[in-house]
Structure formats: structure tokens, C-alpha cells
């Protein structure tokens, strides 16, 4: 990569093909120094290439000019753990009331339950939450497997190098 805009073009490939990639994996995949991702990171944001969310210490990054909102917030949603272990349970059982996934998930739930209704994955109506068009989630799912794998695997490696 020797201009700064095929430099760029690199990076925002990698958030295109990987939505709610974090900070150190655009870093591992490009091999570019943190100074060189964090400026062009910055560059995109501004140019309203990229937008970025927030999750817990992680920054997730997201092409600014999708197509697929849903496939966004699901890359965001399926990177939290708590979140994930909803998605799937509710993949299972089809339909579930809040407690019983409080039971299954835990007592953050509740919280992770209104996050997915408001980025409109589940619907909660008197009580009993299901997902919101499964077949279009298992298809962005079957989609996205190979990279939200790496990317699981990939956050796993930073954890391990935050505790040594």
C-alpha cells in the first residue's frame, strides 16, 4: 500500500467485508502500524465512509453507506455474548417469554432484550419476544459465518493478550 487513499480504500474493504470489526483486527488484516489505522480511521469517519458504535471497551466499525442495516446491527449484536446466546436461544425454541430467557441467559438479558428490539431483531409483544424475520437473520448468518468466526477468534487473542 503506498498512497494514502488505496491505503484507505484497504481499510474500509476490510470493514465492508467484516461489519463491526474492531480496532486490532482492521490492524492484524491490514499489518498497518496503529498509527497509520487510526488516522485513516479517523479520515473515514469524517468523510462519512464509516460510522463507528461503541461496545463496551471495543469500537465497532461499520461502512457508513450500507445497503443492509439489518446485517449491521446483527454483526453488532452477535459480537456481544449475552446477546448472542438471545439470538440463538430464540433461533431454537422460535418463541420464548422473558423469563424464560432470563432464566436461560442471565440476569443481563432484560437489558440485551431491549437493545435488539430497538435495532429491531426481536419483537417483544405482551410478553413473549421472537425473532424479527428469521429467515433474513440465518441468511445474513450463513453470510457472514467465515468472518464473524475469524473475528471471534480474533477477539478471543486480544483478551488473552490484554491478561498477560
Known amino acids: 500500500m503506498t498512497s494514502g487513499s488505496?491505503?484507505?480504500e484497504s481499510i474500509l474493504n476490510v470493514i465492508r467485508e467484516n461489519p463491526g470489526i474492531h480496532f486490532r483486527a482492521?490492524?492484524?488484516?491490514?499489518?498497518?502500524?496503529t498509527?497509520?489505522?487510526?488516522?485513516?480511521?479517523?479520515?473515514?469517519?469524517?468523510?462519512g465512509q464509516i460510522t463507528v458504535r461503541k461496545d463496551g471497551r471495543f469500537?465497532?466499525?461499520?461502512p457508513y453507506a450500507t445497503s443492509?442495516?439489518?446485517?449491521?446491527n446483527l454483526g453488532f449484536h452477535l459480537r456481544s455474548r449475552n446477546n448472542r446466546e438471545i439470538i440463538f436461544y430464540l433461533f431454537r425454541k422460535r418463541e420464548s417469554t422473558?423469563?424464560?430467557?432470563?432464566?436461560k441467559c442471565g440476569n443481563k438479558s432484560k437489558d440485551s432484550l431491549n437493545e435488539l428490539q430497538n435495532d429491531n431483531i426481536v419483537i417483544i409483544s405482551k410478553g413473549i419476544c421472537?425473532?424479527?424475520?428469521?429467515?433474513?437473520?440465518?441468511e445474513v448468518i450463513k453470510?457472514?459465518?467465515?468472518?464473524?468466526?475469524e473475528e471471534l477468534a480474533e477477539s478471543l487473542i486480544d483478551i488473552l493478550d490484554e491478561k498477560l
Open 143 to 149: 453470510k457472514s459465518k467465515k468472518s464473524f468466526l
Open 59 to 62: 469500537k465497532r466499525y461499520f
Open 98 to 103: 422473558i423469563e424464560e430467557i432470563i432464566d
Open 26 to 33: 482492521i490492524q492484524r488484516v491490514t499489518g498497518l502500524a
Open 6 to 8: 488505496s491505503t484507505r
Open 35 to 47: 498509527g497509520h489505522v487510526e488516522y485513516h480511521l479517523y479520515q473515514l469517519e469524517k468523510d
Open 68 to 72: 443492509d442495516p439489518v446485517r449491521n
Open 130 to 138: 421472537t425473532l424479527r424475520n428469521p429467515e433474513s437473520l440465518r
